[in-house]
């Protein structure tokens, strides 16, 4: 983002790049920087989160749920929108927190989780598609019995 004069800019310019590639899909993880309406209007967004969502958004998710004294937090897959961390969910599993734990323990056993369950996801996303009812509600659809997940609920 320093090579460019604003915000703005770096959201064309990001844009344009990422276009170059023609995704059907973008997979964000650890990127730290807030994508733009330019972005999010050309393109498809995935990220995960390191906490269960809507708790603990934003760039410090495990020191804020550590701080905070939580015993379960977790790590959200959910599709990017325009505000911070907002976007409709999509999955989520829950980590316990140990006593002992600090940042970086805890961080890292949720990335244990994330790099399964997100490769998992987006997986599915890709093979079987998806419906998002309300503007909110994602079910994720399966292939073998052709319906929507929540519809088996
Ligand atoms: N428009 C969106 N962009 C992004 C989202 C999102 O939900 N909406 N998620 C992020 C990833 N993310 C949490 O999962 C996240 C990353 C960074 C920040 C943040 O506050 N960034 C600050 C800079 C923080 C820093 O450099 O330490 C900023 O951009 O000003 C919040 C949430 C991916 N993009
Ligand atoms: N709010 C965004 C955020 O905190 N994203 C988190 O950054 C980590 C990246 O791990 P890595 O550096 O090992 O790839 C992941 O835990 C991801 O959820």
Redesign the pocket.
């Known amino acids: ?1 320093t090579d460019h004069p604003d915000r703005n800019a770096w959201d064309t310019a990001l844009t344009e790049a990422v276009a170059a590639h023609r995704p059907d899909l973008v997979v ?1 993880a ?7 309406p330019r ?2 209007d050309r393109f498809t ?1 995935v ?4 906490a269960l969502l809507p708790a603990f ?5 495990v020191r804020d749920a550590l701080a905070y004294g939580v015993k379960v937090t977790g790590c959200t897959v ?1 599709f ?8 409709p969910i999509i999955a989520q599993e829950a980590v316990p927190v140990r006593w002992h734990d600090d940042e970086e323990s805890l961080h890292e056993r949720i990335k244990e989780v994330e790099r399964r369950l997100f490769i998992d996801v987006v997986g599915r996303l890709v093979r079987d598609g998806w419906t998002v009812r309300d503007d909110r509600h994602v079910s994720l659809k399966c292939k073998v019995c052709r319906t929507d997940e929540t519809e088996e609920a």
């Open positions: 983002m964000s650890g990127f730290m920087k807030i994508l733009g972005f999010l967004v990220n995960t989160h390191p958004p934003g760039a410090h998710a959910h990017v929108d325009a505000g911070v961390d907002t976007g």
